[in-house]
């Protein structure tokens, strides 16, 4: 426990000092710094803000942030279940073989329709690190030289259904669901499936000094069997 102690407030420190770092670099949307203050000057002036990278607040300079996160983890999953190319888009090397085989693992003649029900608990930042990523002697266009990581988890009500060739539903339906009815013509006769809690650790990356700069999945964390994820 106090192993665990001391490494949680470590890593305060670590978000607390990435925020500053982002901050400096106008990399928060609406969020504006004065940039000529030193370390310490900022460091104290923002204080109260800088140490809020695991805030749920809406006021939160990581607000947008998380929001965002949670639509590419939406989009991510529907691209999987649709074996969609926008899973490249989405991911980077370290992760795509992962989603790859994840999408891989589907019938061929089935579909698969992914529903995204609510947050059970919002989406949450738990570790955020920034650092210069571009080093070169003219400023980028983008007016930030920083690369930033974050480890965010997902704690979200999500249901698959599946059906057939003949649109047969194979999903554990939801309790109060009716039978299916029989199926006329091409229409489909959906049937609801049972949700399912599905929480998931993934890591985040963006190099906010490239143009097309996007938010990808890098990797997804998964906790030791038996044992409780502390935060």
């Known amino acids: 426990m106090y192993r665990q102690f001391l490494q949680n ?26 940039p000529s203050m030193g370390w310490f000057r900022s460091t104290y002036h923002y204080a109260r803000r800088i140490f809020q990278a695991q805030s749920l607040k809406s ?16 989009k991510l999953n529907q691209a999987m ?23 891989r693992n589907r019938e061929a003649d089935h579909l698969y329709i992914w529903n995204f029900h609510r947050e059970v608990t919002p989406t949450r930042i738990l570790s955020l690190r920034a650092g210069d990523g571009d ?34 539903a194979l999903h554990t339906p939801l309790l109060a669901a009716e039978p299916q009815p029989p199926r006329l013509g091409k229409t489909l006769h959906r049937v609801t499936a049972a949700p399912k809690r599905v929480t998931e650790y993934l890591i985040l990356d963006k190099a906010m000094y490239l143009t097309d700069a996007k938010w990808r999945f890098r990797a997804r964390l998964v906790p030791t069997p038996g044992r409780t994820v502390a935060v």
């Open 135 to 168: 080093f070169d002697k003219e400023m980028p266009e983008t007016g930030s030289r920083i690369g930033i990581q974050a480890l965010v988890r997902f704690d979200t009500e999500q249901s698959v259904e599946i059906y057939d060739r003949q649109g047969k």
């Open 9 to 34: 407030r470590i890593n305060y420190g670590k978000n607390a000092f990435s925020m500053r770092h982002i901050g400096l670099s106008d990399s928060f949307p609406g969020v504006e710094i004065d």
């Open 81 to 103: 279940m649709h074996k969609s190319p926008q899973m490249l888009d989405l991911t980077m090397e370290a992760y795509q073989d992962e989603a790859i085989a994840l999408a």
């Open 59 to 74: 006021t939160a300079w990581v607000a947008p942030m998380r929001q965002e996160f949670l639509e590419q983890y939406i």
